[in-house]
DNA sequence: TCAAAATGTTTGGTGTACCAAACTCGCAAA
DNA sequence: TTTGCGAGTTTGGTACACCAAACATTTTGA
């Protein structure tokens, strides 16, 4: 029933506001959807069909919208990747909130399974790694900002990253 | 003259694909930007149309494709985008060479300027802090390949960072 | 209860991007 | 010089994604 090809990433983006909204009331409406993502209310008509021919929603003309179990299996992967990315922008590449945002929803399309897991391999070691960690963050800020590393701080930086971990594993 | 609205994804593609062919041979050909692009020769006549009314190549039918200056410009901003992701996705995450390539592919149209300025600079870091560089990006291959963090080697990686970096600014 | 208001749908139309197939042009070999 | 083939173009058609405005239904509040 109803092929496994993959979706647009217009479908992509409907299943995904079906999804957030469903969080906030138990089911999604036309209007909120239109509004979630920007189009008028006689569009998103013509896409709920698409997506229930597919089997990703339950719905009907002036019906409840719901997401299917195989929607909402597949929303839930595309809010994942979408909160994988802003992680990353935000906490790794230090971007603005409103930016970071507005990125990890186009990036959200793009990026599949091997670089996904990737990327969360990259935020865990980050987080991780007693030579990373959010004061290597810090530094990079700094590096953004000043443009240039700060060769006289290294020292002391190294030290306190080694002192750090001793304290920590004694 | 031409108006700089947004181009497209797909018209970004053109122009990236006679940039390219244009450093291979004088001029692009509309045969091969169509197999660059995997589309049917017909698609390019049209494409090449838009591209010609923008101001960004010169063309008129069955003349010679170059770019023009403004359109060198942007095609080269692509290109530069495309080798700012590619580098990160090879050189940061250890991305395969295919994989990181296609991703960069549909990226590039994607990441807007603030984001890839800090993703350079972010490459750069990596580059010259001492607590970064190719040994931690090692250490996040070995962590991806084992899933976790080997804390017994952090105190011999810890010191071997501190003699490195004093050994090289004594 | 019963009309507005709000919400949802339909219709007709736009722009982009593509394909397949027919057609045209230009060059190179016979 | 002509012709035939490869490269380029045109034509007619599809699919997607959208809008504006007319229309239908549902909800609501007086």
Redesign the interface.
């Known amino acids: 029933m109803t092929k496994k090809k993959a979706l647009t990433e217009s479908m992509e983006d409907y299943l995904e506001a079906i999804w957030l909204l469903e969080r906030v009331h138990d089911a999604a409406r036309a209007k909120d959807i239109a509004e979630h993502l920007g189009v008028q209310r006689g569009t998103v008509t013509g896409a709920l069909k698409g997506l229930e021919e597919k089997g990703l929603i339950n719905y009907a003309p002036y019906s409840h919208i719901t997401l299917t179990p195989k929607g909402a299996e597949i929303a839930g992967e595309i809010n994942r990747r979408h909160k994988v990315i802003l992680n990353f922008?935000t906490e790794?590449?230090?971007?603005?909130p409103e930016?970071a945002e507005a990125?990890a929803c186009?990036?959200e399309h793009?990026?599949?399974g091997?670089?996904l897991d990737?990327?969360v391999?990259?935020i865990?070691?980050v987080h991780?790694?007693?030579?990373?960690g959010n004061d290597?963050l810090r530094?990079?800020t700094n590096?953004?900002e000043s443009g240039r590393?700060d060769?006289d701080q290294?020292?002391t930086?190294?030290?306190d990253?080694?002192d750090r971990?001793?304290s920590q594993?004694p």
Chains 1, 2 share one sequence.
Do not use: G, K
């Open positions: 922008l790794v590449l230090r971007i603005a930016t990125t186009r990036m793009v990026v599949e091997t670089v990737r990327l391999c990259f865990d070691f991780q790694c007693p030579r990373a290597l530094s990079f590096y953004c590393l060769w290294c020292q930086c190294l030290d990253c080694r971990f001793q594993h």
